[in-house]
């Protein structure tokens, strides 16, 4: 399947209108998240009567100007137009379920896949059981995503993305819906042992919910075989019966699989090709190894135990430059509050430990052009990422196709959290440049930097810029879509 004509249900729309009809649209944000860059090159062209129709929330300051009274809109992309429909809803319904929900409780439940992480990091939120109002907003947006996928489908498959919309494949199917319904989670799943003992019962009931809403699903797909398994594990607590992958579920079936996901890699690829030389910093006189960080400033990614790291490696005399890009996201949500004031002081004392060697050390909270973050991940020489759970994390593969313009043996080596989807994903090019580590032991996260710095590592080769390049995006939802087709698991 090389284009998806059905309809593709995200919280987010393709894009969000930030400037009036006729003035140029802004440019892509440079860590826009997985879901856009995985989904984007399956989409169809509309062609007034077939094609892939998005239906996502109307949350730009201009999105009323460009819809009709349905909330429709033709929207020119670099492939051709796409049929989009945006579904608006008031302040507080949305507070109740972006913010109160969507983020303050189950995108920190989605994490906890190994460990208890509130009770282990500092900053790392206890979810929060959404109120009954914000638990009701999140129903009222599931419920009319789904009322908007009965009226705009003709019996073509949904493909329904992420936890925002957990809800809408049982709501769909509640409806009467019989098209096939595909569900996929972006995030890890979590353990519901470990989840039982950071949740009190309503949010366990809640969370439960979350649960019962994806086994409407006739395919739902996770980023790894453990994330599977563990959903698995959850809906057999919840009465569910098993048959190899399959779920039988108050009178449905639910295929369940692990469809880790990829990106686009010549696109990618042209980027890095059009990339300047960097200009975040003044390089040091005397060239030292680059070690660079990336990622949406999130408390899922480690940021504070890798700059930890990074000014130990400092007053151990290591010789590096490093610089830091941490993109803004979910501003306003109080724990990524916490998160920047942890993240600035663990910045400063590296930094304060880099001036006293000489050293060159930058860390910036703001959007990069997303040109200059595929040059840092092309030019760096240690690409350092150090997720704590994370669904896949895109920048290790982004970084082994930036880096495929460097000839073999001046490569970077990657190095990732080993509770990063990619870890599993990738598991066995641990030779090929993708070392793993697990950023809660800080003497694995320093002989790691120390060893990566030395060049002690190996480094990114042919053998795993070919593998990220067969597990592609176009792949990834080739073989979601098919077997969604088939409904086979
Ligand atoms: O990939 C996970 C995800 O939550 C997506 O669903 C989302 O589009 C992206 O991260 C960015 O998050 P948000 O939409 O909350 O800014």
Not at 417 to 425: I, R
Request: with cysteine.
């Amino acid at each position: 399947m090389d284009r998806f004509a059905g309809l593709i249900l995200a919280n987010r729309a393709f894009l969000d209108h930030a400037s009036p009809p006729g003035a140029p649209e802004a440019a892509t944000p440079a860590t826009e998240g997985g879901l856009l860059a995985a989904v984007r090159p399956i989409i169809a062209t509309w062609d007034g009567d077939h094609g892939t129709t998005w239906i996502g929330a109307g949350c730009g300051p201009f999105d009323r100007e460009f819809v009709d009274g349905r909330g429709f809109e033709i929207i020119p992309t670099a492939h051709g137009p796409l049929r989009h429909r945006r579904l608006f809803f008031g302040d507080e319904t949305w507070h109740g379920h972006y913010r109160e929900t969507a983020n303050g409780f189950l995108w920190p439940a989605m994490h906890i896949i190994e460990l208890p992480l509130p009770d282990i990091t500092a900053y790392f939120p206890r979810p929060r059981t959404p109120s009954a109002s914000a638990w009701a907003a999140y129903e009222q947006v599931n419920d009319a995503f789904a009322a908007a996928a009965d009226a705009t489908a003709a019996g073509e498959p949904v493909w329904i993305h992420d936890y925002q919309l957990a809800l809408v494949p049982a709501l769909l199917r509640d409806r009467g819906a019989s098209m096939p319904i595909g569900f996929f989670l972006h995030t890890p799943f979590p353990s519901m042992p470990i989840l039982e003992r950071v949740l009190d019962r309503e949010g366990l009931a809640r969370f439960e919910r979350i649960v019962t809403g994806i086994l409407g699903a006739s395919l739902a797909g996770f980023q790894s075989e453990a994330d599977a398994s563990r959903f698995i594990d959850a809906a057999e607590r919840l009465g569910a019966t098993r048959a190899g992958n399959r779920l039988a579920f108050r009178g449905r079936e639910t295929c369940v699989g692990a469809y880790p996901v990829g990106i686009d890699a010549d696109e990618l690829l042209d980027v890095a090709r059009a990339a300047g030389p960097i200009t975040l910093f003044d390089p040091p006189a005397t060239p030292v190894p680059l070690v660079v960080g990336l990622e949406r400033a999130d408390y899922t990614k480690g940021i504070p135990e890798r700059l930890a790291a990074v000014r130990r490696a400092y007053d151990a005399g290591l010789a590096f430059s490093y610089a830091g890009v941490a993109a803004p996201t979910r501003e306003g949500v109080a724990a990524y509050e916490r998160l920047a004031s942890d993240v600035e002081n663990a910045a400063a004392e590296a930094a304060r430990a880099a001036r006293a060697h000489g050293r060159v050390f930058t860390h910036v909270h703001r959007n990069l052009p997303w040109v200059e973050v595929v040059g840092l991940q092309r030019d760096a020489d240690v690409i350092f990422t150090s997720s704590l759970a994370d669904g896949m994390n895109l920048v290790p593969l982004q970084s082994a196709i930036a880096q495929s313009l460097r000839p073999v043996g001046e490569r970077a080596v990657i190095v990732t959290g080993k509770g990063a989807g990619v870890a599993s994903a990738f598991a066995g090019f641990e030779q090929d440049g993708l070392v793993t580590v697990d950023p809660l032991d800080p003497a694995a996260m320093d002989a790691t930097l120390r060893a990566a710095v030395a060049g002690e590592l190996p480094q990114v080769s042919d053998r795993l810029i070919a593998a990220v390049r067969s597990r592609d995006a176009r792949a990834w939802a080739t073989r979601f879509l098919t077997d969604l087709e088939e409904i086979r698991c």
